[in-house]
Nanobody, 124 residues
Framework: QVQLVESGGGLVQAGGSLRLSCAASGRTFSGYVMGWFRQAPGKEREFVAAISWSGGSTYYADSVKGRFTISRDNAKNTVYLQMNSLKPEDTAVYYC?????????????????WGQGTQVTVSS
């Protein structure tokens, strides 16, 4: 079992930055692929970014490529999402998720554990 707790969300103006954190507890954190997803009101949950267990490989949705950076610190059992140049369309609840495999996946249904989410609101 892995417990995930997100933090760092908030209200920011367009063009601003936020850094989300996801603290994991439970089983060995380094053995999991970690992902960030988001869900806006009335929309399906969508993939944002993922990182391999070692941190050596990262993947991004086209909509955030070049603006967001995912990273992890296995010593601290934490994964981060640095979000720059934020846009109003980035407004959503952001979720951290863990996938029990070495294979990086981007489909929400393939992730095994989820956090409660943190709200990000970008004003225009």
């Amino acid at each position: 079992q892995v417990q995930l707790v997100e933090s760092g969300g908030g209200l920011v103006q367009a063009g601003g930055s936020l850094r989300l954190s996801c603290a994991a507890s439970g089983r060995t954190f380094s053995g999991y692929v970690m992902g960030w997803f988001r869900q806006a009101p009335g929309k399906e949950r969508e993939f944002v970014a993922a990182i391999s267990w070692s941190g050596g490989s990262t993947y991004y949705a086209d909509s955030v490529k070049g603006r967001f950076t995912i990273s992890r610190d296995n010593a601290k059992n934490t994964v981060y999402l640095q979000m720059n140049s934020l846009k109003p369309e980035d407004t959503a609840v952001y979720y951290c998720a863990a996938h029990r495999s070495i294979v990086v996946v981007t489909t929400p249904g393939e992730y095994d554990y989820w956090g409660q989410g943190t709200q990000v609101t970008v004003s225009s």
